[in-house]
């Protein structure tokens, strides 16, 4: 799912638009015209489905993948695991053998991941729509522009406060730790895959420019120091010699402590 | 844009009418500059430029004689601080007579994802200290470090007590289990080593991790209280150029990048004493210049906690700390931010001069 921040560059013009839609489409289903509207009695708990499934489905369109996928170049995985694999034009089925299984298996992991994911985004959905219903008031027949605007605030309030509570726990920590890692591992199955085509080629590949441009700037070090110039940022590296360390204040002894 | 979707007109006719001007007036503000303070690169290392600010004919006397170092985060830019001219760290400081510099890390490129944090504190940024101490007979500097900065800062300023006479932190964590980091408990399972196998990290990814700290506040609601708030064209235009800002972020090196991570994020190690740099460890004991710790109560990104906490760890007797009621991108452009804090550095120069 491209989002006006996901991707390689930000969008301004289309994330206000986006906004706007979606505010519009909030007030919308929070109007005395809404389908939920129809049957509803004294208080918002009609509203409460709706609000969810639209939270819900705005969760999954812009967070499905994590912060660390999404936002990356190769977010096609998103999108399937048969999609295009990263920039390059390589499929998993174009990596052989193991290699190919193991680029499965990740796939299939990052699978479970979002599935896992997405029961989160429910979870979340829910209790905000629960804390918006005991917290709104009743509705009103004709709300003023601000009154419209306050409800707005109380909306996004309960929603920031049901996602940082699920946010904060260990199960939904731990996902984002591990999306990180299944994500990182397959853009480095994609690299050493890359690697062996560049080799097939007879072009250097990425570790032996790293090798060289680590060599380059150790024989530049070298040179400087040689020459008996100014020493170079890798120079000043080098540690100093170190004064006599002082002795520790004991930890909670008095301190002067001023705070403005 | 100045289109509204179709039905919003009937929902309420006034707030259409309101987004359908603000969007008006954001396509007009599409072209506004940052950066305002004249400023002349003196020095450049890897991709790393030393700027010094020009001083101000109209400045006061200098509040110290030691010139200011600016060390900023490796992961934003640091224009933030001289955004324009009523929105500017710099240019108050520049007004009070003080002698600015400003450390811009560039953007690594490939060839650069081995440098590390070592690179960055004792290549990079002792080789700026350098210049500029050269530059003013050899002493001492203040060295103000920012968020990130401020961790390199202090990680500097331990290693090298002799180099600095102040330190001044700003926003800058410190115990990063402390309070709520939910940046800390979603990286605390990351693979370090996978993350620096995967080469440069692009900025996007970043900021995308930035926005799901708080997901519809940073991408829904920001915008609708601005479309819908009657903003004239002046008050757009700072909200533009405050988003350029947080969506123009750098890519970070590699390793430099995993290393933060697993150093500081899952290790704590400025609070157990284990973080190494160079080899050698950084102990916050060693810190005995003045320090002044300013940080923000309602930062989302730094726990206030995770500032407090340099109190219990340095040597220095000479300890102050400000905390202001703001959040973390408000402690550089929001009305009290931009009152308190230059005011209060220069106050606490003056007082140590």
Request: net charge positive; with cysteine.
């Amino acid at each position: 799912m491209e989002t006006p921040f996901s991707g390689t560059g930000y969008r301004p013009e289309e994330a206000y638009a986006a906004a706007a839609q979606r505010f519009f489409e909030l007030l919308q289903s929070l109007s005395p015209g809404a389908p939920a509207a129809a049957n509803a009695g004294r208080d918002w708990s009609q509203f409460a489905g709706p609000l969810a499934a639209q939270y819900e489905q705005w969760l999954r369109m812009s967070q499905s993948a994590g912060p660390w996928f999404s936002a990356a170049p190769g977010a096609a995985f998103a999108a399937g695991p048969a999609a295009a694999f990263g920039p390059l034009p390589l499929g998993p089925a174009a990596v052989q053998g193991a290699e190919q299984q193991r680029v499965w298996e990740l796939l299939a992991r990052l699978g479970q991941l979002q599935a896992q994911l997405a029961a989160h985004w429910g979870e979340i959905a829910r209790s905000a729509a629960q804390r918006f219903v005991a917290r709104a008031g009743p509705p009103l027949a004709s709300p003023t522009l601000e009154q419209t605007l306050k409800l707005y605030e109380l909306w996004v309030s309960c929603a920031e406060e049901a996602y940082a509570a699920t946010a904060r726990g260990d199960d939904f920590s731990r996902l984002q730790s591990e999306l990180a890692n299944v994500s990182a591992a397959l853009l480095v199955e994609q690299r050493r895959h890359a690697e062996s085509l560049v080799r097939a080629f007879g072009l250097p590949t990425r570790n032996e420019v790293d090798a060289l441009y680590a060599h380059i700037k150790d024989l530049s070090r070298r040179l400087e120091e040689l020459a008996g110039g100014a020493p170079s940022p890798a120079a000043s590296r080098a540690p100093r010699p170190q004064a006599a360390k002082p002795r520790r204040r004991a930890r909670g002894a008095a301190k002067p402590r001023r705070r403005t | 844009m100045s289109e509204f979707p179709a039905g919003a007109a009937g929902v309420i006719p006034e707030l259409a009418l309101r987004v359908s001007e603000t969007l008006a007036r954001l396509h007009q503000a599409r072209g506004v500059t940052v950066g305002c303070s004249a400023k002349r690169a003196i020095f450049r290392c890897g991709k790393t430029t030393l700027y010094e600010y020009l001083p101000l004919a109209t400045a006061a006397p200098p509040p110290c004689r030691e010139p200011l170092l600016v060390c900023f985060a490796l992961v934003n830019r640091p224009y933030v601080l001289d955004l324009q001219p009523d929105r500017s760290l710099v240019r108050r400081l520049l007004e009070a007579g003080l002698r600015v510099y400003l450390i811009d890390w560039g953007d690594p490129d490939d060839a650069e994802r081995r440098m590390d944090l070592t690179d960055y504190v004792e290549g990079h940024l002792g080789a700026c200290v350098q210049h500029v101490r050269q530059a003013h007979g050899g002493a001492a500097l203040n060295l103000l470090g920012v968020c990130q900065g401020g961790v390199l800062a202090l990680c500097y300023a331990a290693l090298h007590p002799d180099d600095i006479a102040r330190l001044i932190t700003l926003t800058t964590p410190v115990d990063f289990h402390a309070g709520e980091n939910l940046l800390a408990r979603w990286v605390r399972g990351l693979d370090t080593a996978l993350l620096a196998a995967c080469g440069n990290v692009p900025g996007e990814v970043l900021n995308a991790l930035f926005l799901a700290l708080m997901p519809l506040r940073l991408t829904q609601e920001k915008y609708v209280r601005l479309l819908t708030g009657r903003p004239d064209q002046r008050a757009v235009e700072d909200f533009v150029r405050m988003e350029r800002w947080i969506f123009d972020s750098p890519p970070q090196a590699a390793a430099a990048l995993a290393e933060f991570v697993r150093m500081f994020y899952q290790q704590n190690a400025l609070v157990r004493g284990t973080a190494l740099i160079g080899g050698r460890r950084v102990d916050l004991g060693q810190l005995r210049q003045p320090l002044l710790n300013l940080y923000a109560l309602d930062d989302h990104i730094v726990p206030p906690e995770a500032c407090a906490a340099l109190q219990d760890l340095v040597g220095s007797r000479d300890y102050t700390e400000c905390a202001i009621r703001t959040g973390h991108i408000g402690m550089y452009v929001s009305r009290a931010a931009r009152e308190v804090i230059p005011r209060r550095i220069v106050s606490w120069l003056q007082e140590r001069r």
